[in-house]
């Protein structure tokens, strides 16, 4: 069963900064593409980056809503995706998903883990 | 990257049809066959319910069928039934790996 699980969520201030994870399971991790999508409180989805497989060297593309500002990195090894979120802004409070890619298709998300940027 | 353009609400009752828009551009939609429809329900993670245009993951029922013509995709829920009141979002590529979702439908069965 595949399954993918977010930590790292909470309260900071704004400038402030915080690290999410997503644990994953039930899938060669190393072979997929992970995404991350981000849902503002009673808004719609909004996708923010994704991290490509070893494959294709790791790389990372942002949304310009957080690029220079969110960095996406995975550990294979740990089967691990991260968001390092540095000068966060009130408008950054949401919940997070991490989700698995398979050709340009999210299949697989995870439950989410909030996070709220205020003073 | 603009938000595709969907319409802020569906509704239909018990076993009609109900058929959700989703337009973009050819910079998105129109160029790529890669959109998307996902459905939400409240307080819970996305559900990937289409992908590729007109393909059903495994375990999705084969009311939901999706289509395109143009910068517009559909999504078409036949056979309405209670569970299928949820939010729905359809998701592009939009080139130069980005990627881009609608504004969501909520979708009520009357």
New interface residues.
């Given amino acids: 069963e595949v399954l993918l699980v977010e930590s790292g969520g909470g309260l900071v201030q704004p400038g402030g900064s915080l690290r999410l994870s997503c644990a994953a399971s039930g899938f060669t991790f190393s072979d997929h593409y992970m995404?991350w999508?981000r849902q503002a409180p009673g808004k719609?989805?909004?996708?923010i980056g994704?991290t490509k497989n070893k494959g294709n060297s790791h790389v990372t593309?942002y949304?310009?809503s957080v690029k220079g500002r969110f960095t996406s990195s995975r550990d294979d090894s740990k089967n691990s995706l991260y968001l390092q979120m540095n000068s966060l802004r009130t408008e950054d409070t949401a919940v997070y998903?991490c989700a698995r890619d398979?050709?340009?298709?999210?299949?697989?998300?995870?439950?989410?883990t909030l996070v709220t940027v205020s003073s | 990257q603009s938000a595709l353009t969907q319409p802020p609400s569906a509704s239909g009752s018990p076993g009609q049809s109900v058929t959700i828009s989703c337009t973009g551009t050819s910079s998105d939609v129109g160029g790529y066959d890669y959109v998307s429809w996902y459905q939400q329900h409240p307080g819970k993670a996305p559900r990937l319910m289409i992908y590729e245009v007109s393909k059903r993951p495994s375990g999705v029922p084969d009311r939901f069928s999706g289509s395109k013509s143009g910068n517009t995709a559909s999504l078409t829920v036949s056979g309405l039934q209670a569970e299928d009141e949820a939010d729905y979002y359809c998701s592009s590529y939009a080139g130069d790996n980005n990627y881009v979702f609608g504004t969501g439908t909520k979708v009520s069965v009357l």
């Fill in positions: 995404d999508v719609g989805l909004e996708w994704r593309q949304a310009a998903y398979t050709d340009a298709a999210l299949d697989y998300w995870g439950q989410g």
